[in-house]
């Protein structure tokens, strides 16, 4: 069985400062790793993935996750939000040569102007 | 090039009644899924197909059925709605570890 765990149900940043979301999984083999975004009334959108090579992986919009593996985290993180970010993140896992996703329970990330 | 679509966006039933929520898709992608999503609960996988005439059971599968006949489409259907149902449906298709998902159906079960 693999489980993803989100620890932080609710984020709120000030507009500029950073912030990091924590994401960390259970799985007894090797998984890929994904962050996925839900912007408010709408179906999620893959943020960015982690399939092999570069442990530091980035999204067109400035966020950017880095794959420990040691720790199982894939923890999310941007310098500087904007009020456009505001959203809700799911952190998901699946096996290699598995295609189903498990995905965490999110977090709501709300932006203070 | 539409992607996901779902139909309806939104829906009322009373305890026992039937519906179909439908789904479709242009992408000629052979995996699609059914999720529900619940406040503090993330997304739970209810059923999924692999390609047309293939469908399996996610992690939430009872109180659904699906079945795939074509590509393009993959129904889902309540066949006796209880309030527990209350939920957002999403349908997704996936293409390389990446999933594609629809704008959602919110459903109330009254």
């Known amino acids: 069985a693999q489980s993803v765990t989100q620890l932080d149900s609710q984020v709120p940043v000030f507009e500029e400062a950073p912030v990091e979301l924590r994401c960390n999984y259970s799985?007894?083999?090797?998984?890929?790793l994904f962050w996925y975004v839900q912007y408010p009334n709408q179906g999620l959108q893959l943020l960015l993935k982690?399939?092999?090579?570069?442990?530091l992986v980035e999204s067109i919009n400035g966020f950017e996750a880095e794959f420990n593996k040691s720790q199982t985290s894939f923890h999310l993180r941007k310098p500087s939000v904007h009020i456009s970010d505001t959203a809700e993140y799911f952190c998901a896992i699946s096996n290699f040569g598995n295609e189903k996703l498990t995905f965490g329970t999110g977090t709501r990330l709300t932006i203070i102007p | 090039n539409a992607g996901v679509t779902q139909t309806p966006k939104f829906q009322v039933l009373k305890t026992g009644q039937s519906m179909t929520l439908q789904c479709a898709q242009d992408?000629?992608?052979?995996?699609m899924s059914w999720y529900r999503q619940d406040p503090g609960m993330g997304l739970r996988l209810i059923h999924y197909s692999v390609g047309a005439g293939i469908t399996d059971q996610g992690e939430v599968p009872n109180g659904y059925n699906v079945s795939r006949s074509t590509t393009e489409d993959f129904p889902l259907r309540l066949l006796s709605a209880a309030p527990s149902q209350t939920s957002v449906y999403f349908c997704a298709t996936r293409l390389d570890y990446e999933q594609y998902f629809g704008p959602g159906t919110r459903l109330t079960v009254t």
């Open positions: 992408m000629n992608h052979e995996y």
């Open positions: 799985s007894s083999v090797s998984v890929y």
């Open positions: 982690y399939l092999s090579g570069s442990t």
